[in-house]
């Protein structure tokens, strides 16, 4: 089975942050561009709430 990829795409501009395998890593993303979550689109290979009950 594949990694879980979250990306995270900013929605004014529609640039891809970055794809991460973790949600803490999306949410360093967000810290770090200055970004709150009303401001991005987050996609996920996975659903989100799956990727820690492996």
Do not use: K, Y
């Amino acid at each position: 089975m594949w990694p879980p990829q979250i990306t995270v795409i900013e929605l004014q501009t529609s640039l891809e942050l970055g794809t991460f395998e973790t949600e803490a890593e999306a949410a360093a993303c967000l810290v770090f561009a200055g970004l709150r979550h009303d401001q991005v689109e987050i996609c996920a290979n996975v659903p989100l709430m799956a990727i820690g009950s492996e």
